[in-house]
């Protein structure tokens, strides 16, 4: 309800991870919903990895981010948590909230991966409706339920192609971007597609763009889609 939101969105402000003693270990230090907090409990995440702990306070203050770790370092979690929460403390969920946020993956596969997560995230009394859009099904059908959809997962090609062909699909309420695995984005030749999106896209939404490599291409692609960033990378201990 709207006391819980405001007493969230006071916590959240109050964070200050700019400051060297700032460091959050535990999901439950952290100024998140309860049905986000029953989520993570439910899935058995307690501690939060370096790459979450450095991008969570600053997505969820609003910042855009520009986060390097590698393959495995739990970055769908730093991009999932701060989608959720934003949306939820800005009460862009519902049927009538529209579309918040797109998270866009390069790999059919690795979209639905970022989909089931973000069910088991959701499991615990969220109310969000979200979608995959991965191509493989029927276009009229994906029309359909596009209006009623708080989150996207897609691939580039197919949201593009709803962006471009389908009528009365509404991005005016979008929040969030979510740019997961850019360099494989860029590997795989999606540059024009990705461009083209953001293309149609609100220029006043909060960006998260990761990535397991830093390339001159990502830091490209983070200079046309990102507003003054927050730069994160986090490097193997030696
Ligand atoms: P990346 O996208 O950086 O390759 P993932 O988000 O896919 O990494 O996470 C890799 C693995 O780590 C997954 O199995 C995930 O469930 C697990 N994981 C992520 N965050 C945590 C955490 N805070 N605590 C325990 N396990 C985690
Ligand atoms: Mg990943």
Known sequence: DHVDVEGLEEAVAQLDPKDPEFSVKSFSDLPLSDPTQAGLKASHFTALTDIQSRAIPLALQGRDILGAAK???????????????????????????????????????????????????????????????IGGKNLKEEQDALARMNILVCTPGRILQHLSQTANFDVYNLRMLVLDEADRILDMGFQHDVDAIIQYLPPDRQTLLFSATQTKRVQDLARLSLKDPEYIAVHEAA
């Open 71 to 133: 393959t495995g370092s739990g970055k769908t979690l730093a991009f999932l948590i701060p989608v959720l929460e934003n949306l939820y403390r800005a009460q862009c969920i519902g049927p009538d909230a529209g579309l918040g946020a797109l998270i866009i993956s390069p790999t059919r596969e690795l979209a639905i991966q970022i989909f089931e997560v973000l069910r088991k995230l959701g499991r615990k009394g969220h109310m969000f409706a979200a979608g995959l859009l």
